[in-house]
């Protein structure tokens, strides 16, 4: 066989393009752990798992803010279809997860659009699906970001307890005060 024939005839692999981003991440090194600029393989049955806990996760971040098991990702085939995809799962129970505009409780799973933006806390990590038919396994290709992604998230209007906005009132040159519950992270 020649190599044409070989490389016509050659399986080509699903990979996730996953670009991560947090606001300190230079201060903190919280993605030390991960392995960057390298295509990793991951067999097809096994989840892919991210969160703090590196005996269980695969891709780990050193970050006390962040769940044991934050996420997870699972390669399957649509019923009835050649088409691989991918689920996200969220796995923490103190963070949702929001894959661009839905958000995900504990437990809850979605499939993982083609092109995406994934935040849970102050990370964001845009993901891109690379299609591909391997069934034995897939690549995930990792890279780091150093500007703010744009989210999806809708602007949302904050209502008082009262019911009356407060923009029917002028403000008298106050400025809005932040108040955060809990700051340790």
């Not at 090194?29 to 097809?44: D, G, I, S």
């Amino acid at each position: 066989m020649t190599s044409f024939e070989e490389a016509e005839t050659e399986e080509t692999v699903t990979c996730l393009h996953m670009t991560f981003y947090h606001p300190c991440q230079e201060d903190k090194m919280m993605f030390r752990c991960l392995n960057f600029c390298k295509r990793e393989q991951v067999r097809a049955g096994e989840m892919a798992k991210f969160g703090q806990d590196s005996n269980v996760c695969y891709y780990s971040f050193m970050d006390a803010c962040v769940s044991r098991i934050q996420f997870s990702l699972q390669l399957y085939r649509k019923l009835n279809s050649t088409e691989l995809c991918f689920e996200i799962k969220n796995m923490s129970k103190k963070t949702k997860l929001i894959v661009d505009h839905t958000e995900l409780g504990y437990l809850n799973k979605i499939d993982l659009p083609w092109k995406c933006i994934i935040c849970f806390g102050d990370y964001q990590i845009l993901a891109e699906t690379q299609e591909g038919e391997s069934m034995d396994y897939f690549e995930t290709h990792l890279a780091q970001a150093p500007i703010l992604q744009e989210r999806y998230l809708p602007s949302l209007q904050p209502v008082p307890e009262n019911g009356i906005s407060s923009s029917m009132f002028p403000s008298h040159g106050k400025s809005p005060i932040e108040i955060y519950e809990n700051k340790s992270c």
